[in-house]
Each structure stands twice: as C-alpha cells, then as structure tokens.
C-alpha cells in the first residue's frame, strides 16, 4: 500500500492546480438577499396586522403614529438589518429601521454608487448579497485575476452566462488598461524617484491587492510613449 504522502504527491503531478491557497479570512458579517432569519427577532413581530400596518406604512401627517412606530423601532435589536434591507430591495414606502421614505431618500441616492470590499469579499466568498454596479465591476475584475471561469462568475452573482463571459472580458481589458497606463514606478526604476522628506521607509512587503485598486496616476515612458504615438 503506497504511502500517504506518496499518494497525495502523485495526485498532484497528475492533476497539478493553477493556485493552492488558503483563506483565513473570517465569513464577512453579512446577510444573504434571501435570509429573511431577523423578522423573528424584530420588536413587530407580535403587533396584529391592522394595528402594524396604521403604524409603519401611515398616512402623510400621521405624525402621532409615526412618531409611535420611531419608539418601537428605536429600541429594536434587528434595526439595521431592516434598514438594510428596504436599501437592497429599493423599498420607498413605509417605515423601516425607524426611518420614514423621505429620511431613507439620501441613503438609497448612495446605494448606486457604493464600493463596500466587505460586499465584494463576501460574494467572492459565495454570499448572495446585493451588490452596487460599481461593487459588481470588482467582483469581475477579482474574479478574472483569480483565474475564475466565466461558471463560476455568473454563479457567484447569479446572472445569465453570456454576460459573465462579458464582464470577465471587460474586467480583462480593465486590468490591462490599468497595468499600461496606471503603473506605479518600482523602487529600483528611474521614475521612482525618492521618498519625500519626512516620510517613513518600511521594509515590510506590501500587502497584494485583491480588488485590483487603482492607483495614483505616474507618469511612466510607457505612458508617455504611448500619448505621443496618439498624438
């Protein structure tokens, strides 16, 4: 009988693997689209339908059942998660998390243009949470430097697979644009430079950057080479 290891070394040279890696990183702290769990928890939940519905869902100048409904919701231990989800489904009526349509209005205006890492790792990770476009653009451009097939993306966010192959291909032409005319200069390139006076030279690596950020703008002879032949 072969050894263990043996064994396992053998599997590996037979199928070898693109990445080995390891994810120590906790579960992100997030609810799924469809992990409706906190309505037992909510302070409502024993309120008769008639009487929840005179006070979170009241007329214009109801002020006194609104400001009933603020009191029961004030002191609710699943406030957020409700809040959060009249965000995520774009619910525009009604009172939820203790807030009227009109005070959820300058919230639901940053929801469009949010970038929260914390909603990207948690659907690279396999959560179904509601993600903004510019959220959706990172989990594309994460997913095709980790080598995802276009599968795995449109499962991950649950679209159709066409367009998975299409944001993996622009998350492609992104991330080569980036690398061409974003490039930070290395430490032993003539563009580096020195560091300003005052600041602090650490010797520690980097960490990897697993969104693919960009970074600030150099002004490199690749990217000057290429300004002058558009020119």
Known sequence: ??????????ALETHPMRHITTNTQPVPDLRGIADISWHDQRNCRDLDPAEADRLFFP???????????????????VRQACFTHALDNDIRWGL???LTEAERKPWRAKVAKRLDYQRVRAALMGRDVHLSAAERDAVSRAAHVRGWSAPRLAYALGVELDHARDLLREAR???????RYWKVPTADSEEAGTPDQGEEVSNETAPEETFCQ????AQTNELINALKKAA
């Open 1 to 10: 009988m072969p050894h263990p290891l043996a064994a396992a070394r053998h």
């Open 59 to 77: 007329a214009p100048r109801a002020h006194t059942d609104i400001a009933e409904a603020k009191t029961l919701c004030g002191a609710c231990p």
């Open 96 to 98: 939820w998390g203790g």
């Open 173 to 179: 032409h992104a991330v080569a644009d980036r690398d």
């Open 214 to 217: 960009v970074p600030r703008q």
